[in-house]
C-alpha cells in the first residue's frame, strides 16, 4: 500500500519534462515509464465540503482501464483504493462500494451526497522506480492538465510504497535535482475582508444586521440548484435555516430596522418559509424510517413498505408545489427585491456612525436589549409550564428559546464569546427536551393522518397496524421527553446560567 | 478482519500458489490485504520480489521487541501487502514456546494490524507445530490444497481430527484439489470419492497447469501476467466459493 502522495511542480508551474524526470532517478534506480492514460478526474464532495474538513480527498478517476475511486487520507495512512463501476454524481455512502472506503467516507458525509466539486481531464503517466530485484519501490504519476485553460498545473506525484520509504525520500531528492518543488501553500483568498469577529460594540446595529441578513442571502441562492435537483434533503434544511435566521433577525432587529422591513419582509419570508415546510416534514420521515422500523416488536420492518410507499408519492406531490414556489415570479421578485433592500440598508448604514449621532443604536446596545428580552420571556414561559400544562404551551416555549438562541448567533460579533459558547450549551440542553417532545407529537399526529389516508386508498391492516404500533412508541417518547423538562428547565434557569446570560446583558 | 490460512500438513501440495493467487484476487476487488509468508522458505516473498528478511528476525515479531507494522512491506499491487519470511522463522516453535498463550500469539500480533486490513492470508510451513497450532487458533478459514492421490486423503483426515481436537473457536476447513490431472484415472476416482463430511470441499479443481509453475519465473500471481489463462479462472472460481462475505 502506499503512503499519502508528495506532489511537485516545476518552479513555473508549466509542463513537465519526462525524459529529464527519467534521467534523474537512473542514477539510482531503473525506471519503467508506461503510456500516457487520458484520465478524468472527478473530485467528490458534499456541498459543504465535509470531506475536505475532515482533510480527506476523494477522487473518482476514470480511463480505458476502468474506474477507481482514491481516498487520500490526512495522515500518513496508505491512501484507499476502491474499483467503481457505474458511480453517478450525486452519490450517497451507501451507493459507494463495500469497503473500507465506504467505511471511512460514511460517518463523514453521514447523509450528504457527494457531488463532483471538479471535473478534469488529464493525461496521467505512471513511472514505477524499480530496485535492481525488480521490486517496484516507489511510483511517481505524471499528471498534466489536457485543457490549457486549467487551473490545476501539471505535477509529479511521488507515492511511497509501505516499508519503501527510504526510495522514496531519495526519489523525490533527485527530482528535486532537476528544480521540481512542493507547490506553494494555497492561497485561501484575501485577508484584509472583515469578518464578524471584528465587528467593535459600538458599530451601528444595521451595519451588524445587513451583514447577517446579506449572509443568510447567500446560504439561501447557494441552495437553490441543489434543492430544485433534489440532490440531497439538507439543501432544504440549510435553506429553510437561512430562511429561519432571516425571519428571526428581523424580528430581533425591529428597533433599529426601518418599518418596512416589518410590514413587507416580514411577511415575504413567513411566505417562503412555509412553502418549504410540508416538504421538510416529509423529508424529515424518510430519514427517520430506518429508526422507526427499528422500534417495531409486533410487526415486521416489511409491514411499512406501504407506508414508504405513500411516503413517497406524498413527497414527490408537495415537491412538485415546492419547486412551482421556487420558480415562480414572485420567488424571484423577492429575491431581487430583498437584494436591493438589503443594498439601501447597508448604504444607510455605512453613513451612520455612532461617532456622529448618539441617535444611532449600536449593535452592543441592541445585543444586550435583545437577548436580555429573549431570556426573560423563555424564564417567563417556562415557569408557568406544570404537569397538567397543554402541550402548545411547551411549543410556544420551544419559539422562545429558538428565538434567544438565534439571538446569541446573530450577535456573536459583539458579545462575550466565552460566555456565549456555554450559554448556548445551556440552552441547547432544553431546546433538546423540548425538540423531542414536539417532534414526537408532530411525528404521532401526522402518522395518524396518513394512516386515515392509506385506509381510505385500501392499505392493508399489516401497515396500519404497524404505523399504530411506531405512534405508541412516539406516545411513549413524549411522556419521557416531559418528564424530563422539569430538570432540564430547572438547570437552565440555574445561577449558573443567570450569570452569563447577565454577562451577555440579558439577565436584567 | 478475516484471516484464511493456506495450510497442510504435506509440503508440494500449492499453498504459496493459493495464498499469494487468493490474496492478489482479494487485493483486486479493493480489500485491504495482508499475507504473511510464515514458511522460513520464503517462497511467496520471492514471488512478491521482498527480500526474505524482517529486522530482528522472528524473536523480534513474536516477543514483540519490533512492531509487526514495521516490517510489512508493500507489494507492486494496490491493496496487497506482504509480511515477509524470514529464514529465522524457522525457530518460531522455539519462540512461541517461551511466550505466554504460546498457541495463541500469532492471533494475538494480528489483532494488532486489524484496523488496517480487511483480509489477512498467511502462508503456512508443512508441519503439524506450535506454529499451526498458531495458525488455527489465529484463523476463521483454513484452505487445505490437497493433491488427489489416496495419502493425499489420509492427510486431510489426519488434519481434520487435529482441528476438531482444538481447544476454543475452531477455524472452518475448506479443502480444495490442487495439481490435479484429470487425465489420471487415481485423480479422478479420488476427486469423486473424498469423504465429504469430515471438512467443506470446495467445487473448484485446480489444475497442474504449466502457467502456475510461471509464477516463480514471472515473480508475479498468475491472475496479474495471465489475466484471461485458465488457470487464472480457477482461481477466481476458488475466490468466489471461499471469500468472506
Known amino acids: ?508 | 478482519m478475516r484471516v484464511l490460512a493456506a495450510y497442510n500438513i504435506k509440503g508440494g501440495v500449492g499453498k504459496t500458489s493459493t495464498a499469494v493467487n487468493l490474496a492478489y484476487l482479494s487485493a483486486r476487488e479493493g480489500r485491504r490485504t495482508l499475507l504473511w509468508d510464515l514458511d522460513p522458505q520464503a517462497a511467496a516473498t520471492f514471488l512478491f520480489r521482498v527480500r526474505p528478511r524482517v529486522k530482528g528476525g522472528g524473536h523480534a515479531l513474536v516477543t514483540r521487541k519490533r512492531p509487526i507494522e514495521a516490517a510489512l512491506k508493500a507489494t507492486d499491487f494496490d491493496n496487497l501487502d506482504l509480511l515477509p519470511a524470514d529464514f529465522s522463522y524457522r525457530n518460531m516453535d522455539l519462540e512461541l514456546d517461551d511466550t505466554k498463550k504460546r498457541t495463541r500469539r500469532l492471533g494475538q500480533l494480528l489483532e494488532g494490524v486489524a484496523h488496517e486490513y480487511d483480509i489477512v492470508f498467511l502462508d503456512c510451513p508443512p508441519s503439524v507445530s506450535l506454529v499451526s497450532e498458531n495458525v488455527l487458533h489465529a484463523s476463521h478459514t483454513l484452505l487445505v490444497p490437497l493433491i488427489p492421490a489416496t495419502l493425499s486423503l489420509r492427510t486431510f483426515d489426519q488434519l481434520t481430527r487435529f482441528v476438531a481436537d482444538s481447544d476454543g473457536p475452531r477455524p472452518e476447513v475448506v479443502a480444495f484439489f490442487s495439481m490435479a490431472d484429470r487425465r489420471k484415472r487415481l485423480h479422478r476416482e479420488v476427486i469423486d470419492s473424498i469423504p465429504r463430511d469430515g471438512g467443506r470441499v470446495a467445487e473448484t479443481v485446480v489444475p497442474a497447469l504449466s502457467i502456475i509453475e510461471q509464477m516463480a519465473e514471472r515473480r508475479a500471481p498468475v491472475p496479474a501476467f495471465a489475466p484471461t489463462s485458465a488457470a487464472a479462472k480457477c482461481y477466481e472460481a476458488l475466490w468466489a466459493e471461499v471469500r468472506p462475505a
Request: glycine share 8%.
Open chain 1, 1 to 508: 500500500m502506499t503512503s499519502a502522495p508528495r506532489a511537485l511542480q516545476s518552479a513555473d508551474g508549466g509542463p513537465l519534462d519526462l525524459a529529464a524526470v527519467e534521467g534523474a532517478l537512473s542514477a539510482d534506480f531503473t525506471v519503467v515509464t508506461g503510456p500516457a492514460r487520458a484520465v478524468r478526474q472527478a473530485r467528490l464532495d458534499t456541498f459543504d465540503r465535509r470531506l475536505d474538513e475532515a482533510g480527506l480527498t476523494l477522487e473518482h478517476r476514470s480511463s480505458a482501464s476502468g474506474e477507481e475511486l482514491v481516498l487520500v487520507r490526512p495522515d500518513s495512512a496508505p491512501p484507499l483504493l476502491s474499483p467503481a463501476t457505474d458511480l453517478r454524481s450525486p452519490a450517497f455512502a451507501h451507493d459507494l462500494p463495500d469497503g473500507a472506503l465506504r467505511a471511512v467516507v460514511s460517518p463523514v458525509i453521514g447523509i450528504r451526497a457527494l457531488m463532483a466539486v471538479t471535473d478534469e481531464k488529464r493525461r496521467v503517466r505512471r513511472v514505477e522506480v524499480h530496485d535492481q530485484d525488480g521490486k517496484t519501490v516507489a511510483r511517481l504519476d505524471l499528471d498534466e492538465p489536457v485543457a490549457a485553460t486549467s487551473t490545476q498545473p501539471a505535477e509529479v506525484r511521488v507515492l511511497s510504497l509501505r516499508g519503501y520509504d527510504d526510495a522514496a525520500r531519495r526519489t523525490t531528492r533527485l527530482l528535486s535535482g532537476i528544480g521540481l518543488r512542493p507547490p506553494e501553500a494555497e492561497d485561501r483568498g484575501p485577508a484584509d475582508v472583515p469578518s464578524p469577529e471584528d465587528m467593535a460594540p459600538a458599530a451601528a446595529a444595521t451595519v451588524l444586521l445587513a451583514g447577517a441578513l446579506n449572509g443568510y442571502l447567500g446560504a439561501m441562492r447557494e441552495n437553490l440548484p441543489g434543492l430544485l435537483d433534489d440532490v440531497d434533503t439538507e439543501f432544504l434544511h440549510d435553506f429553510r435555516v437561512a430562511v429561519r435566521r432571516t425571519r428571526s433577525t428581523l424580528k430581533l432587529g425591529r428597533p433599529a430596522l426601518p418599518e418596512v422591513m416589518r410590514s413587507r419582509w416580514e411577511p415575504a419570508f413567513k411566505w417562503l418559509g412555509d412553502l418549504t415546510t410540508p416538504m421538510r416534514d416529509l423529508d424529515v420521515y424518510q430519514l427517520d424510517l430506518p429508526t422507526m422500523s427499528g422500534w417495531l416488536v409486533a410487526a415486521a420492518p416489511g409491514d411499512l413498505e406501504p407506508f414508504v410507499a405513500h411516503l413517497q408519492r406524498r413527497r414527490s406531490a408537495e415537491r412538485r408545489t415546492l419547486v412551482r414556489g421556487l420558480r415562480s415570479a414572485r420567488y424571484a421578485a423577492l429575491v431581487a427585491d430583498w437584494e436591493r433592500a438589503l443594498t439601501d440598508l447597508a448604504d444607510t448604514s455605512s453613513d451612520q456612525t455612532p461617532d456622529q449621532s448618539s441617535e444611532v443604536l449600536t449593535a452592543g446596545a441592541l445585543a444586550g436589549t435583545s437577548i436580555s428580552r429573549a431570556f426573560r420571556r423563555v424564564a417567563r414561559d417556562g415557569g408557568a409550564v406544570t404537569a397538567d400544562s397543554p402541550s402548545e404551551d411547551l411549543h410556544s416555549l420551544r419559539k422562545r428559546c429558538k428565538e434567544l438562541r438565534y439571538a446569541l448567533e446573530v450577535f456573536t460579533p459583539v458579545i462575550d464569546k466565552p460566555a456565549r459558547k456555554s450559554a448556548v450549551g445551556d440552552l441547547k440542553a432544553l431546546q433538546d427536551v423540548l425538540g423531542r417532545f414536539q417532534d414526537s407529537e408532530v411525528q404521532g399526529a401526522a402518522l395518524r393522518e396518513f394512516a386515515e389516508e392509506m385506509v381510505s386508498d385500501g392499505t392493508s391492516a399489516g401497515a396500519v397496524l404497524a404505523m399504530g404500533e411506531l405512534v405508541g412508541r412516539l406516545d411513549a417518547e413524549q411522556d419521557r421527553a416531559r418528564q424530563d423538562f422539569e430538570s432540564a428547565f430547572a438547570r437552565f434557569v440555574g445561577p449558573a446560567t443567570r450569570v452569563r446570560m447577565q454577562r451577555l446583558g440579558g439577565a436584567g
